[in-house]
């Protein structure tokens, strides 16, 4: 029997989220993510007029590939995806995976190869296209959550059903805001960071790009971060799990990393030119996400949390740092995780990961789970 949830999920991906309309062309690119939930999505871009395509991967598969790619394979497989999706309007992949380490094994050198020769492939998807990615429940999902299959899938589904409309006046305030904003201050433990977001558009999250989503991101003006910052969210980049990473910034460039990966974290970061530079800025506050999983499509909506991105700007909060890294870097200032302020021209608009100023109030997290 199909779970009941696939289908409200499906309907959220194809009709908020990606708001397909009659004949337009949409690439569903399924990850190790069940077929029932495939079906949905089929169903649900047909009910709304619209064409869809299916890709299916398997994580083991794109270990094999990865471990010996060449570069002209490399080039003539970035060629073929790029052809594909400059004829699609619309894109929707669902990642699961039963390991999330599949590719730790992969050479960094490899990593990096394939990174640099698919990077046009992710340019033309998010640029050029109505998309969002999702991630899709497993055991081993629930195991770094800290809790059982049946709990997490009932998180999860809980979640990725958020009324998000209930975020937009908040967030269409933190827009707002931040677009007017010239100076940055972050404060906590470990944290000492200064930057400038001035004349850089702020874009809102709210379930139209990410699902799980609640975010509003930014970019600081490239070289103007100065300070350091460590991260007490874990992270996975390239199939290496990360803890404890700490940065050090002159002049917008990171000129000191540490973590429990130092070697191979500075591995990632010498990429090119442009990995030690930050392309992100951003505030989350989804309120049903709370603790770190070591998933960024999860980790990154944390009530109470920001997170800083080593690597490419997006387009649309572009600071002009480019990149094949994007690498969001998450700190949680809640309470329980040692607290901490963000200032706003000198102006306090963040004390332990709740809005203090009456205009963001509304996205603090027991104003939107009273609201539900």
């Known amino acids: 029997m199909r779970d009941p949830r696939f289908d409200r999920l499906a309907e959220i991906l194809t009709g908020y989220s990606t708001e397909l309309k009659r004949n337009e062309k949409v690439l569903i690119e399924a990850f190790d993510a069940p077929d029932e939930m ?74 990096k190869l394939i990174a640099k020769k698919m990077r046009p492939l992710q340019d033309q998807r998010v640029q050029k296209t109505k998309w969002v990615v999702l991630r899709w429940p497993t055991p081993a999902m629930a195991q770094l959550a800290s809790m059982s299959t049946e709990a997490f899938e009932d998180f999860f589904f809980e979640v990725c059903t958020l009324d998000y409309r209930k975020l937009q006046q908040g967030m269409n305030s933190l827009k707002k805001l931040m677009e007017r904003t010239d100076r940055v201050e972050i404060a906590g433990p470990g944290t000492d960071l200064r930057f400038s977001i001035k004349k850089i558009p702020a874009v809102i999250c709210g379930g139209d790009r990410n699902i799980p989503d609640g975010e509003v991101f930014t970019a600081p003006v490239r070289d103007s971060v100065n300070g350091f910052v460590t991260f007490n969210a874990p992270t996975i980049y390239q199939g290496t799990s990360f803890d404890h990473i700490r940065l050090e910034f002159e002049n917008g460039k990171i000129v000191k990393a540490t973590s429990n990966q130092t070697k191979k974290l500075n591995d990632v970061l010498d990429a090119d030119a442009g990995a030690r530079y930050i392309g992100e800025f951003s505030l989350g506050f989804n309120p049903h996400i709370l603790h770190p999983m070591r998933d960024i499509l999860f980790d990154e909506k944390i009530a109470g949390s920001f997170h800083f991105t080593p690597g490419q700007a997006y387009e649309t909060a572009d600071n002009g740092n480019r990149s094949q890294v994007h690498w969001d870097m998450v700190n949680i200032q809640r309470r329980e995780y040692g607290g901490g302020e963000i200032y706003f021209d000198g102006k306090l608009i963040r004390k332990n990961g709740e809005f203090v100023i009456p205009l963001l109030q509304s996205l603090n997290r027991a104003r939107l789970l009273k609201r539900k």
């Open 38 to 111: 495939t079906i949905a999505l089929v169903r649900a871009a047909r009910k709304r007029g619209a064409t869809p395509f299916v890709q299916l991967q398997r994580a083991p598969v794109s270990r094999e590939l990865a471990l010996h790619a060449t570069e002209p394979q490399l080039r003539l497989l970035a060629r073929h995806e790029l052809a594909r999706m400059k004829q699609m309007d619309a894109y929707i992949g669902v990642r699961g995976s039963h390991n999330i380490t599949e590719q730790a094994d992969v050479p960094t050198d490899r990593m």
